[in-house]
């Protein structure tokens, strides 16, 4: 009988072994949260239909026809400089999707 122990190329692990320092980095484990956050995003994102309402006959069909709710509002007199908020609601009534490409142009009127 030999009273010799194998020889390990490895020391020996310690009880209560310790993590690696870079599992101990909190910027690592908020990369991490951000990284897994931005893929919930991306799956909900991606896997979202838009709304479609079943009972929508198109008044036009074969293209993508825009109609707005108002073309005109009327401040009455404002002074210079002061801020009006207008909104206008638009609405595809095709049968096919609707694209705004460019910026929108708006006219301001003076009037006298």
């Known amino acids: 009988m030999s009273n010799h122990k194998p020889v390990s190329k490895h020391p020996p692990r310690k009880k209560g072994h310790a993590a690696p320092a870079w599992w101990k980095s909190p910027v690592l484990w908020v990369i991490g949260i951000l990284v897994v956050a931005a ?49 206008f609601t638009l609405r595809n009534v095709g049968d096919e999707p609707l694209r705004i490409l460019g910026e929108p142009s708006v006219e301001l009127v003076r009037g006298c």
């Open 39 to 87: 893929g919930a995003m991306a799956v909900i994102i991606l896997g979202s239909q838009p709304a479609v309402d079943e009972d929508f006959e198109p008044e036009v069909t074969g293209a993508p026809s825009m109609v707005v709710d108002n073309d005109t509002q009327n401040y009455g007199n404002v002074s210079f400089g002061q801020p009006v908020n207008a909104v």
